[in-house]
């Protein structure tokens, strides 16, 4: 059974009528991003905002109308896509006003060349995207926990504990991506394998 990414009544409503095209790591980046999250929030020991399954976003849209136009371009893009590898590097941070920790991710060339040739397809289109920034200013990572309602003190505290570097690094090649979407509060996928 697929588990979802996000899970709780505030984080669909936020997300309502918003697609997401995701990777999930499942092997070595997975496992690590797993026990990163478990323990941030046994240190915390408070319940914190956080997603139920560790992803990869490449892109975000706020599309309700033209979903299916949109995942036709998103099927078009898988089927010459080559597998990507991901390789966590670090345990890190988005400082205030996000204060969101993270697992990031090394710039691996079929990473970089994933996000860049979506790009490309995008640029050719009007959808409606969401918080993307270029290549070179986008930092690849796996969201651990939201911790924008902490204190300066307490976020402090937590991400100067959580922040290393993880050696060795985790790494490990998915070869499907997700397009999500949210609709009538509840989280939908289709999968999409990648055949480059």
Do not use: C
């Amino acid at each position: 059974m697929r588990r979802p990414f996000m899970d709780t009544t505030e984080q669909l409503t936020s997300l309502e009528g918003q697609q997401y095209l995701v990777l999930r790591p499942t092997a070595g980046v997975g496992e690590v991003y797993r026990e990163v999250q478990n323990a941030a929030l046994a240190r915390l020991g408070i319940p914190a905002r956080h997603p139920h399954t560790g992803h990869v976003t490449l892109r975000g849209f706020y599309e309700p109308e033209r979903r299916e136009e949109l995942a036709e371009g998103i099927r078009a893009w898988a089927a010459k896509q080559p597998p990507i590898e991901v390789i966590a590097e670090a345990v890190d941070e988005f400082p205030a006003p996000w204060q969101i920790l993270i697992v990031r991710l090394a710039r691996s060339d079929s990473l970089v060349s994933a996000y860049s040739t979506l790009t490309t397809a995008l640029d050719a289109t009007d959808f409606r995207r969401l918080g993307e920034l270029p290549l070179a200013d986008w930092t690849f990572h796996l969201s651990v926990l939201y911790g924008k309602t902490l204190d300066a003190a307490e976020w402090g505290a937590l991400a100067q504990a959580e922040s290393r570097v993880l050696r060795p690094a985790p790494a490990e090649v998915i070869t499907e991506a997700e397009l999500v979407w949210y609709q009538d509060g509840i989280e939908h996928a289709e999968v999409l394998p990648l055949g480059g």
